[in-house]
């Protein structure tokens, strides 16, 4: 077990690649391609393929070609094609042409795939065996290839003449079966394959849910073009899952603590002109009302409670279905299933909520009418709340738009205007009842 | 690949155990465990497996101590013992007594462990090879095993007498090395383990710091206790990390769409009462500038305005940071840094929309002081909402309490509060220098 207290007193070449990278994501740029450089070349490019995006393009540009290449060269395949891909085009080219021609041609063929693809995560380096060679032949092969190209799992996949995947052998059989059988004899030919343009979300969702360690993956003529293991999506799913959790509120998924602050203005402030938008439409409400609001100050006392409890209603109930929606467990019925059970409960919520709100603002105010009017539009509101909860993600997937994006901002809108709306039109309706206006 | 819609259209026994615990989740808990019974032993173990703890729970209560028998047998360990986990107290022993002794032992010491440790998680069948064998010897042992023993890595765990973790072996190693060597030759004995205790959350992390494809999992005397694979810890690491949304809401992590609602509403129903205290106390500061608001009616028309700005902001700066700590990417210097940043941004950010908010009040209700005072509070309330999202969540952590848990009800209040507060309290001095007031 790694123990994070000792990994600051340990000379950077001691540590872990995953470690070096985190030291190098902290520390001045400069500073960083120095430390790089001072590292042996393997260890240097396990822990440059470790850094974050953003990172590793800033280190580049201070990069020579020369040092570049070194790095390159070092790394695994599907992180040198990241790193060329995160580089300006003029220079992508430049780069790429220092490199040996046959590295070239791999990492040209795996830029071709976007970064959050099958073809963007997979190692191209495995081994394919051929159906018609016999056991003893492949042990032999086997035996006579670098260790690097082992793929730590025990499954051997099996292409044909024209490199498609007909089968899958394990080790075992391999090691244990007669040596002179053919693979052919012994493959599994019902083998699970992804096309490498799947999408990496929806890959990690197949890994999940069937608990796979590795998959193979094929291109749309079905050839095998590489691998994708469990290690490599544990990230890729945890960072798909929980960008939902700011794309919620307006941010894109990709922003960090360490992210440059002018990069996170541009990507936040544009969505909280989009919220002040919204905050308008509530404005608007609400002056719609100003007059009532003159006769009866102490409703601008309870507006906001009433506004916040429809909010922080709503919220729970979109967290479960976007949370719902990135687990993979939301099915084509479950929209008319959450709606039913999601009003059922924003009508008790809302008597429950509604009830305190109603006995306190009479306690407090001394006026039973304020009470009537605040508990009442606290009922309808958490009602509005539970129903937009479930309409806006559902609604946003049907649009084939992603179900989380800005949905909060979207929910607050609605739960603002019609708590406003709610609160104020009851309140006018019973002043007029009353003859007060 | 497996296709949705050609999923319902087959027989369930023809599905993956995966895709039968999904219609499983889904349907009647009667016809649930029908359709259970109808299916061959190990495949309906299989997709019980797969179920959810709390229709797990549901469908044993309806099972017969054979059929619970049957299921239990033909389970993996973890899972089993989860099962045996979830039955009440009484019943557990009763159902424990009927399986055979071995079993019994097995699944009473996985019992021991919490279901989000390690131990919770961990496969107790592994092979654990002697480091005075030879090879032959063990290729041997191996050859004569049962399939099901099989760890799909390529890695077997070397243990001493004690049955303490001593070295890993590659099978690569094992098939290609001289037969006659001893285990103890070729072993390497700088291997990674964690505790049985390790809570599953650090687990993921671990497994995605360091792309670890399986790891041992040892006692507190370094006993080879199981193994955990990155399958098993690809749908933890899911959970645990979106649970952050949830509890953000205040929710805990458990909901789902198929949550009962009578426990979602004893789950969101306390933390509506905590948001309605809060939102109290906001209304208390409206309060204190009632006669300010009878004065100045339009101050209640931009009051939402003011406080939903900062609200929408302050999420922004507190998700990017509970995000970072579920991914596990905040260090100790980390704070201040976020601090400075967040400053910042809440500056630029308040000055942009306080010009804008400025703007519209002075031309929408002709009013350059609602302008003047709307937008100053706007932009000091920007800035209480990115501290508020820094401080919040590092607060917690410093208490060690989850950061995510009802953050965001507490920034809201903050927001809130000081919103409110900052333009009231604004517009009340000015009323008062303008001799209004």
Redesign the interface.
């Known amino acids: 077990?790694?123990e994070p207290d000792r990994i600051e007193d340990q000379p950077l070449h001691a540590l872990?690649p995953?470690?070096i990278a985190?030291e190098l994501q902290?520390c001045d740029a400069e500073d960083a391609v120095q430390e790089l450089v001072g590292l042996p070349p393997k260890l240097a490019a396990s822990a440059f393929g470790e850094l974050e995006a953003e990172r590793a393009e800033e280190l580049m540009a201070l990069m020579g070609e020369s040092q570049l290449k070194t790095l390159l060269i070092n790394l695994p395949h599907p992180d040198a094609a990241d790193m060329v891909g995160y580089l300006p085009a003029d220079r992508r080219e430049e780069v790429l042409n220092t490199l040996p021609a046959p590295l070239q041609a791999d990492l040209r063929g795996l830029l071709v795939y976007p970064d959050d693809s099958a073809g963007g995560i997979m190692n191209d380096h495995f081994i394919a065996l051929r159906a018609d060679l016999t056991l003893a032949q492949v042990?032999g092969q086997?035996?006579s290839r670098p260790?690097e190209d082992?793929?730590?799992?025990?499954?051997l996949y099996v292409t044909d003449t024209r490199r498609r995947l007909v089968g899958i052998v394990?080790?075992?059989d391999l090691?244990?079966k007669n040596p002179d059988s053919r693979v052919s004899e012994i493959m599994n030919r019902d083998v699970?394959?992804?096309?490498v343009t799947m999408d990496q979300e929806a890959l990690?969702l197949e890994?999940?849910?069937?608990?796979?360690?590795g998959l193979p993956v094929v291109d749309d003529r079905h050839r095998l073009v590489g691998i994708v293991?469990?290690?490599?999506?544990?990230?890729v799913?945890?960072?798909e899952?929980?960008e939902?959790?700011?794309l919620?509120?307006?941010?894109s998924g990709e922003?960090?603590?360490?992210?440059p602050?002018y990069r996170?203005?541009s990507r936040?402030?544009p969505?909280?002109?989009v919220?002040?938008g919204t905050?308008?439409l509530?404005?608007m409400v609400?002056?719609l009302f100003?007059?009532t609001?003159?006769t009866w100050?102490?409703?601008?006392?309870?507006?906001?409670?009433v506004?916040?409890?429809g909010?922080?209603?709503g919220?729970?109930t979109l967290?479960?279905?976007?949370?719902?929606m990135?687990?993979g467990?939301?099915?084509p019925?479950?929209g008319r299933?959450?709606l039913m059970?999601e009003a059922?409960?924003g009508l008790?919520?809302g008597l429950?909520?509604g009830l305190?709100?109603g006995i306190?603002g009479w306690l407090w105010k001394d006026s039973p009418e304020l009470g009537l009017v605040a508990g009442a539009a606290m009922v309808l509101n958490q009602l509005a709340a539970a129903l937009s909860g479930v309409l806006i993600p559902f609604g946003m997937k049907r649009l084939n738009l992603d179900p989380a994006l800005a949905s909060?901002?979207f929910l607050?809108t609605v739960t603002?205007v019609a708590g406003?709306f709610f609160f104020l039109a009851l309140a006018a309706l019973l002043l007029r009842a009353t003859g007060v206006q």
Chains 1, 2 share one sequence.
């Open positions: 077990m790694t872990h995953a470690d985190d902290r042990l086997l035996r260790v082992e793929q730590e799992v025990s499954y394990s080790i075992r090691v244990f699970q394959s992804v096309p990690a890994f999940e849910h069937y608990h796979y360690l293991k469990a290690s490599d999506i544990l990230v799913a945890k960072e899952a929980t939902d959790m700011q919620m509120v307006g941010l922003e960090r603590l360490l992210t602050w996170s203005l936040r402030l969505w909280l002109y919220n002040l905050a308008f509530a404005a609400v002056n100003e007059s609001i003159a100050t102490a409703l601008a006392v309870f507006l906001p409670i506004a916040g409890q909010g922080n209603a919220m729970q967290t479960v279905i976007i949370r719902d990135a687990l467990e939301i099915t019925g479950d299933r959450a059970k059922l409960l008790i919520n429950a909520v305190v709100v306190v909060s901002i607050t603002d406003f």
